[in-house]
């Protein structure tokens, strides 16, 4: 059967298909296993803690804490549930009166339940008004529980992150991206070679919202899903063009290697894309660790001179000079 969640789709043509899969129900949430079973926990049993959600984008961080609130609180969400989304203004002043209005508003809820204020990417909030939010979960902490999402929980305050529990997200598997990308073909009846999925897969590097992007704009755009179609629409250079660069490299060809660089750099790509895919690439190799790690080693390096503004061909023909060259160098242990 398909995932459930998937099931609800049909209804509505016009969605774009990350919102018209987002699983309602936590159970549906796919991949951090550890994360999803606590939350389970806390549905199940309420006096739900403050909590803070924290990871990379794209991996289920707003979908579970929609659920969550909807699992805990059913027909009352609407009056006791306030989402502050990055959208909203959530500067000092909201903090001190909307968030405080609805900390004192009075809400009649079964035992164990609490109104919950849900705060998405609370990270770009100023530590002004998570100051201000601090004093308010200490104040209403009977009545009122918080809900963070954020990126890095670092760029919580602290006095916040010690009165939350984390629930840490990680990027999720290329299996479980490849079975909800087969769940959503399925349901959307999409076109497709199982190298275009797999494509998608890899595009998305762990990230969800990525991946079902990607499907909706490649089937949109060209009624078919194969690797040509997925690299064109995402604008990502070829990962099979630059593993055989690698290949080139490691066989100490530097003029094939070139080669296929130029013709990258030709074809209008950044050196930012192509270093992007190629550390991606490298990571994944089949060849020896000792190489491996000289060669991540160089194409960081590179990596970080093209981010600090130099992504010039020759910066790039360089970097194939010293990985070809890394053979030699690095010495088998
Ligand atoms: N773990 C997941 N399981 C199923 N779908 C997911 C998952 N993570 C993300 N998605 C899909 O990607 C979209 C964005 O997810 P979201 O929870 O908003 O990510 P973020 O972690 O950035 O808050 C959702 O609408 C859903 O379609
Ligand atoms: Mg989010």
């Known amino acids: 059967m398909a995932a459930s969640g998937i099931s609800q789709g049909g209804k509505d043509y016009h969605l774009p298909w990350v919102e018209k899969y987002r699983p309602s129900k936590i159970a549906d949430i796919v991949g951090n296993q550890d994360a999803v079973t606590r939350l389970q926990v806390i549905a199940r049993d309420g006096n739900m803690p403050n909590l803070i959600f924290s990871g990379p984008p794209g991996t289920g961080k707003t979908t579970s804490i929609l659920a969550l609130a909807h699992e805990l609180l059913g027909p009352n969400y ?11 203004d959530r500067g000092i002043d909201v903090v001190r009166n909307k968030i405080k209005m609805f900390a ?3 809400v009649t809820l079964p035992p ?3 109104k919950i204020i849900l705060l998405d990417e609370a990270d770009s909030m100023t530590s002004g008004a998570q ?3 601090r004093r308010t979960m200490e104040i209403y902490s009977n009545s009122t529980r918080f809900a963070l999402a954020c990126n890095i929980s670092s760029k919580i305050i602290e006095p916040i992150q010690s009165r939350c529990a984390i629930v840490r997200f990680g990027r999720l598997s290329e299996q479980d991206i490849l079975n909800r990308l087969l769940d959503v073909v399925e349901a959307e009846k999409v076109a497709y070679i199982p190298e275009g ?3 998608v897969v890899f595009t998305a590097d762990g990230d969800m919202r990525q991946a079902l992007n990607n499907l909706q704009a490649t089937f949109s755009g060209f009624q078919f899903v194969n690797q040509e179609n997925v690299f064109k629409v995402c604008d990502q250079p070829h990962p099979l063009l630059i593993s055989s660069m690698i290949r080139h490299t490691l066989e100490g060809n530097i003029d094939e290697a070139y080669r296929g660089m130029k013709h990258l750099f030709d074809m209008g790509y950044s050196a930012s894309d192509i270093i992007t895919t190629l550390f991606r690439l490298v990571k994944n190799y089949d060849m020896a660790e000792y190489l491996k790690l000289e060669f991540i080693r160089e194409v960081g390096f590179a990596h970080m001179r093209i981010a600090d503004g130099v992504g010039s ?3 790039l023909a360089g970097l194939l000079a010293k990985l070809c060259k890394a053979r030699t160098r690095a010495k088998a242990p």
């Not at 609407?78 to 909203?88: P, Q």
């Open 78 to 88: 609407k009056e006791a549930v306030l989402e502050l989304n990055a959208s909203d």
């Open 104 to 106: 004192q508003k009075k």
């Open 112 to 114: 164990g339940r609490h």
């Open 131 to 133: 100051q201000a939010l």
């Open 197 to 199: 999925l797999e494509a």
């Open 313 to 315: 061909l020759l910066q």
